[in-house]
């Protein structure tokens, strides 16, 4: 009891000051100022608890986002949305759009080896003749009709009949083919290649473009007015009108 009323005397209780309010308000034997420490404790956690509750929290959430298969997709880079017109890689207004991914647009593709390629077109357009370089394609109608060419690398007709929606075309690595629509064909096609590389036959940046106009009439049977328009007249690359004169100098180019 003396040593309390000393403490009291000198200022200090408990590690408090005996001048707070608390310990004034007091009228028992026990200063109050030690139930509010007491409160104090209770109401204002150590930070270090708060701190790692916060983290666990958070932790949780992304646990949680994480486990969400549409919250994975939207992350950048796994995922593009192949049928919209804002992404189509060749656009023309009165012939359609083709859009195609890969391992360069999107790099999780590297992984299932594959790339795709989304293509509408109407009515009056057709797919320049080309082939894949280093993957084997199949090629889905989704909507339309259209006359699908396929022939070896030895010049032979393998294929040329009219396709619809629900059918599909399989075109081996290294196979020409050619795309002429007849009701606003649709379709969709997957390659056995993350960086698919195809070579066009007929364009500006086709092979024709560099040879010699000599080399393509002896090479084709083909005159040299024929070859000059074969190699000057078509300027796109993917797209282009379907005219009957043309159509003919072009199955000639791919049965070549």
């Keep these: 009891?003396?040593?309390?009323?000393?403490?009291?005397?000198?200022?200090?209780?408990?590690?408090?000051?005996?001048?707070?309010?608390?310990?004034?308000?007091s009228s028992g034997m026990e200063p109050?100022?030690?139930?509010?420490?007491?409160h104090m404790k209770m109401a204002r956690p150590h930070t270090h608890a708060r701190t790692n509750e916060r983290s666990r929290g958070i932790k949780r959430s992304k646990l949680i986002n994480e486990k969400n298969p549409a919250n994975r997709l939207k992350k950048p880079g796994r995922y593009k949305n192949i049928d919209d017109p804002a992404r189509a890689d060749v656009y023309k207004p009165n012939l359609g759009r083709v859009t195609s991914v890969n391992s360069l647009t999107l790099p999780?593709?590297?992984?299932?080896?594959?790339?795709?390629?989304?293509?509408?077109?109407?009515g009056n357009a057709m797919v320049l003749p080309k082939y894949n370089m280093n993957a084997n394609e199949i090629l889905y109608c989704t909507r339309g009709q259209a006359r699908i060419q396929v022939v070896n690398d030895n010049g032979q007709n393998v294929l040329d009949q009219q396709v619809q929606k629900g059918q599909l075309v399989v075109i081996p690595q290294g196979f020409a083919y050619v795309v002429q629509s007849q009701n606003n064909f649709e379709w969709i096609s997957f390659k056995t290649n993350a960086d698919a590389m195809i070579s066009t036959l007929v364009g500006r940046t086709s092979a024709l473009r560099a040879l010699p106009l000599e080399v393509l009439t002896n090479a084709y049977q083909i005159s040299l007015e024929e070859a000059r328009r074969i190699k000057f007249n078509t300027l796109e690359t993917t797209l282009t009108h379907a005219r009957s004169g043309q159509q003919q100098l072009i199955d000639q180019i791919v049965e070549a």
């Excluded at 009891?1 to 707070?20: A, D, K, N, T």
């Excluded at 109050?32 to 007491?38: A, E, K, Q, W």
């Excluded at 999780?108 to 109407?122: D, K």
Aim: aromatic share 4%; glycine share 8%.
């Design 1 to 25: 009891m003396r040593q309390r009323q000393r403490l009291r005397r000198q200022g200090f209780i408990s590690g408090v000051p005996s001048s707070s309010p608390a310990q004034q308000s």
């Design 32 to 38: 109050r100022v030690v139930v509010m420490i007491g």
């Design 108 to 122: 999780i593709l590297q992984f299932v080896r594959l790339s795709a390629t989304r293509g509408i077109i109407q």
